[in-house]
């Protein structure tokens, strides 16, 4: 039972994710590398601080940060995989947390491999990124971090039982 739940999660975070993303950036005109922004010489008398520019940013620092935290994911989740059953063997939520760290694992990396891939895509043909291959970065790596963080709320929720209830973790 525990394991279905973690499969419904693990699937349905990313189409979620998706669902609600592509419907704000499908009216959005989408660029892998974003504009710049200046300080609207206006401000305070107008409201907007920001302008947007014409300017585009280098979208390679933006990658190295965001390819480095799904990193910092895949590695925790990976860890994880391997030391917390050794631990929790005799709880059989257990398997909603296994099976939700291996979703943040897959979706970890797919999401660098999909980012990877789009950047390379707009090196040759800017019009290439958009709104869905937007969404789905967006998808991958939040469905990566929610999966990450359901699973370890979950953990900890085991533990704090087991605690509370006097129960040996191994």
């Known amino acids: 039972?525990?394991?279905?739940?973690?499969?419904?999660?693990?699937?349905?975070?990313?189409?979620?994710?998706?669902l609600i993303e592509y419907r704000i950036e499908r009216k959005l005109d989408i660029v892998i590398s974003p504009r710049e922004w200046i300080a609207n010489p206006k401000w305070p008398q107008e409201k907007q601080r920001y302008l947007v520019g014409d300017k585009l940013v280098d979208f390679v620092p933006?990658?190295?940060?965001?390819?480095k935290t799904a990193e910092i994911v895949i590695?925790?989740?990976?860890?994880?995989?391997?030391?917390v059953p050794?631990?929790?063997?005799k709880q059989p939520m257990l398997a909603l947390t296994v099976t939700l760290?291996?979703?943040?694992v897959l979706w970890g990396v797919?999401?660098?491999v999909w980012i990877s891939y789009c950047y390379e895509e707009t090196l040759y043909n800017p019009k290439r990124f958009g709104a869905v291959q937007s969404?789905?970065?967006?998808?991958?790596?939040?469905?990566?971090l929610a999966c990450f963080g359901i699973a370890y709320i979950v953990l900890a929720l085991i533990f704090a039982h087991a605690i509370a209830?006097?129960?040996t973790l191994g």
């Open 110 to 112: 797919l999401f660098i």
């Open 86 to 89: 050794s631990h929790l063997s």
């Open 75 to 83: 590695t925790l989740a990976s860890a994880s995989l391997l030391f």
């Open 135 to 144: 969404s789905i970065s967006f998808a991958l790596g939040f469905g990566a």
């Open 1 to 18: 039972m525990w394991t279905c739940w973690g499969v419904s999660l693990g699937l349905l975070a990313p189409i979620i994710m998706f």
């Open 165 to 167: 209830s006097g129960q």
């Open 62 to 67: 933006r990658m190295q940060q965001y390819t």
């Open 101 to 104: 760290l291996g979703f943040a």
